[in-house]
């Protein structure tokens, strides 16, 4: 009967901690779960439909999923789930890791089976959220753990599970085109810019705000231009890959989402974005080749170089950045950053090590997860795409023609214009 | 002499009530106005820059005429129109139904037409929002009566007015390309983000305002699964159709529009746009089709599924939400909520009945409106485009060739391709 | 010793000074930055990659160095660099005018000279903006002189000494196609929307921050109406030219820059927007050519028509208002305008002088400064394109093909579309 009285208070609705601030930030939030992760999936030249379809749908669903399931797990009070601003925020940050694992599985996958990818997801998202945010009290504001780290191994054991031997049918369209790379590129940016608000949209108000907003600010525009130099590296001609550009600009955001409310400063904060940008490069161009040959893991956007290792990176920054935090720092801001921030009580090494912990809990969780999940989908009861229709719409969208376009503009070609066609 | 003080006043200009919350609410409205709006009428193969640049130019025009007129009818103080943030809103709403209305003729009328129009429904809005908020006291905060049904019918009579017979001629550009759908996703995806902030802009602050987002934010959701899977139901072989996704998955917001700062309750919000969406999809299937047929509507944006129904909906989800008000429900905060909602006068059913009546006087105001605008937009004098040349930009903008860049790509083309080419 | 302290203040990082409404003008400029700049420059055919890319590149460096700069040149307490929400908003301002700047020399420069640029324009950016509103005490919350007018006349120069006589073996691609057009409109229509909270990011919180929203949108409107008239005048057949409305449409908001903050009314707003889109268009029609062929000013985007002489009429308007601001019109709110508004101490005359000086410093600045960097950019030690590969991605980026859409789409071409391709 919990449960009952949860959907019952959740039917009745409560209302509270309306502010400005936060209603704006989930304002930003909400564009970059929707217009970020959609557009930036638009690179597939054939897919462009699915990619911000697709997109649009599973993110519809899972945050009302979302919404019950993390009200029940920790947003219950008097038997009742309190939703508002908060809880819109939160839902959209569980969207936002469900939305990493699409990313692995983007083109390989029908909209069925992403929604029952999402209804697990999202369940076990929240089941991790509760043990790492309310039991081990770990920090976490911008999700380097909970959102980022999970999604993708999640996301990454998944698309290893579904594995398919012979996608190379469908190999010519598993790229980009012109006009793909530039939607996609609507998505890097709006990403990139929203991300100070995605990290310090739960964080407290004032200065922990502040602070998160800055530190993310600082580790993105590094680590865009460790992006920008490693790409030209790693390139025998030196020239730039869109790829890199489109995701490794954004792993800066992933690598302060623990640690981004903390005392980072903003020259610790850039040290942490290029090397997340460096990493997320180099992972693009050696790593990824290498998990497709021979640990069979079919990453069609490369989350493990975006969200899985700048995630990683980001948890172990925030557990060295707890274990170094002192009163002497932060004076009386400890606790408004640490809920065990309180005089007398506080422990750095056991924040750490508790920072720690939640980093292990959060892989173990997202690699049983993922198994289960990946062979629930794996049942042919879905409608699957073959391995020859991967990374086309055509199998689940009414598709206008391409061509069309020119030949109307011949009726109103200048003379010139028809000239050279009928030349 | 009173519209000369009046326009004495706006030259003087007075400033006040300057809120963040208003502000951001402002800038969240401007968005879904000009790339919302503007973008989502990509669709058209050939009509992008008449699109996005008609609703551009008829958008930068209404906000000034309707800022007068509105400060007219309902601003006024001391001779003075006031202006300020409240009016930028208020008067991107009036603009936001002339929008509307340009919608169902796109493709079909000269700018300078667009032009006429907007004077006459600007005049109009402003007087029907006049009488629904000022002289009946209506709730409308999001405009189901005010912005969309206005918006819709007005729109609708004016395109039966100017019906062409022959506009099969033009049939072959009145549809999409690829590219073009995803420029439209963009407007949509805009619109349907920014919906809380729309309809929440100009409630009262605090829980009210919060409820109208939460509220707009639950209905849309649940929309938009309900605008995939009936998509899918209505396809005979079960794909997916762009124009649904791109238009009915956005009525849910359009359905909370006058409802959504009352105790509709996160579960009513599903219902409603649940509701919405579904009647939304059946109308492109069905209804549209039936309109240009029988009742000679050339609805080219399909205007009536994604504003007409869903408006009508949600003013009667409106009245009959307030004829349910009770103080035990709302507690204190009844008069935030209802003009008349003092202790002791409250009458739910005559406010239910309020409600009704302004929806009746908003649809007559559009028909009456859109059947005089339609007669004088008819007449042979505003360069209108031939049945030959619909939805076709060249007629209006100086349209660079399309290939050129094909052409191009060969100067610096590599090895691989060019041997391709040369095949 | 002073650089160091202020490089450990900067390493260590204070903040201050966070409030919703700076926060969210920070997020609305930052979106100018990267997605109105950035997509304002994709109008060329095979220069999208370049012009989103490279404006994503330089902004993220220019937004460090002046973050440096502008710390070290303004923003020193106790020998250490203040950071926060304002230094952000500052910061980006700088790197405006390094955008700007950008435009003139689009598709002519390697991404090293624009690192190389924008070392140097942010530097004196620093300089200068410290005379103006330091030593001169001048007003000019939207930068018509410290972003635009300085970044406009600064990019000219460096175009002139970079001068190509040979640039037309480039000239094909130096122009639009229909969807790198769509493209642009991203940039101008999200540059054209926020642009009231870019000129009110750093006015006083409350009736001047309000007044500089409201001016700047009235002058927008009015410009929007004035570029779509002037467009079609000054075409033989009456078309519309997506050059003007992609640019000449946000001339208002640049000559607000100045003056937006004073008491320059609606009307007075209008007035100015009307002009600013009436020189642009001309300036485009008539102006660049001339530019081009007489003074060897190749001016890729036309800055000068949308940021130079508007930026001028900007100072102008800037200085004219302050002139004639008198205690009697502003009442107690002259003070929160101006710094030097103490009662008593009031001298008009004596302010719009100082406001006209610091147009002549500005552009003495922009013009020694464009001479010298332009000097340093001709080594050719930067890998600058050959005059056959301007206005191409190619050179930097690996470019995918365009046709392979196309050719795809035939595997799950319905029945009658490859009758259609087979006939």
Same mark, same amino acid.
């Given at each position: 009967?919990?449960?009952?009285? =949860? ?34 999936? #638009?690179? !597939? ?7 911000? $379809? ?39 940050? @569980? ?47 911008? $999700? ?39 939607? *996609? ?13 995605? %990290?310090?949209?739960?964080? %407290? +108000? ?11 600010? +600082?580790? !993105?525009?590094? @680590? #865009?231009?460790? #992006? ?55 992972? +693009? ?10 640990? &069979? ?27 170094? =935090? ?40 997202? !690699? ?15 409608? *699957?795409?073959?391995?020859?229709? @991967? ?17 109307? !503009? ?9 000239? &050279?066609?009928?030349?």
């Amino acid at each position: 009967t919990l449960l009952h009285s =949860a959907l019952i208070g959740f039917i009745n609705g409560v209302q509270s901690c309306w502010t400005p601030s936060t209603f704006y930030c989930f304002q930003d939030v909400h564009v970059m779960i929707f217009v970020g992760f959609g557009f930036l999936m #638009t690179f !597939l030249q054939r897919y462009g439909f699915s990619s911000v $379809g697709f997109n649009f749908l599973i993110a519809a669903f899972s945050l009302q999923w979302a919404t019950l399931m993390q009200g029940f797990f920790h947003g219950m009070h008097h038997g009742k789930i309190h939703v508002g601003v908060t809880s819109m925020i939160n839902a959209d940050f @569980c969207t936002g890791s469900v939305l990493i694992s699409f990313g692995a599985v983007l083109g390989k996958t029908s909209p069925v089976q992403l929604l029952v990818m999402a209804i697990f997801e999202v369940t076990l998202f929240a089941v991790n959220e509760f043990i790492l945010l309310t039991i081990l009290g770990a920090n976490d504001a911008g $999700g380097s753990m909970t959102i980022h780290t999970f999604g993708a191994y999640f996301g990454l054991v998944v698309t290893r599970v579904l594995y398919r031997p012979n996608l190379d049918k469908s190999k010519h369209r598993n790229s980009s085109v012109y006009h793909s790379d530039l939607f *996609a590129m609507i998505g890097t940016i709006y990403l990139w810019m929203f991300w100070p608000s995605f %990290n310090s949209a739960i964080t %407290n +108000y004032g200065d922990p705000q502040h602070r998160t907003a800055m530190n993310t600010y +600082y580790s !993105l525009a590094s @680590c #865009t231009l460790a #992006t920008f130099a490693f790409s030209a590296l790693v390139n025998p001609e030196g020239k730039l890959d869109m790829v890199h550009i489109q995701n490794a600009a954004l792993a800066g955001g992933v690598a302060v989402g623990t640690a981004g409310e903390m005392m980072l400063t903003p020259f610790g904060s850039m040290i942490v974005g290029f090397l997340a940008g460096t990493i997320s490069v180099l992972g +693009y161009k050696y790593l990824t080749p290498v998990l497709e040959s021979k640990l &069979k893991i079919q990453d069609t956007c490369g989350i493990h170089n975006l969200h899985g290792m700048p995630g990683v990176l980001g948890a172990v920054v925030g557990a060295v950045t707890s274990a170094l =935090a002192s009163p002497a720092v932060y004076g009386n801001g400890l606790q408004r950053v640490f809920a065990d921030g309180e005089p007398g009580e506080w422990n750095a090494q056991s924040r750490g090590g508790f920072q720690a912990i939640s980093l292990v809990v959060t892989l173990g969780m997202a !690699l049983i997860g993922g198994l289960v999940t990946g062979f629930i989908l794996k049942l042919p009861i879905y409608g *699957a795409p073959p391995d020859t229709h @991967c990374f086309e719409d055509g199998l689940y969208w009414e598709v206008p023609g391409e061509e069309e376009g020119h030949h109307e !503009l011949n009726e109103v070609a200048t003379p010139n214009e028809t000239e &050279k066609l009928n030349s």
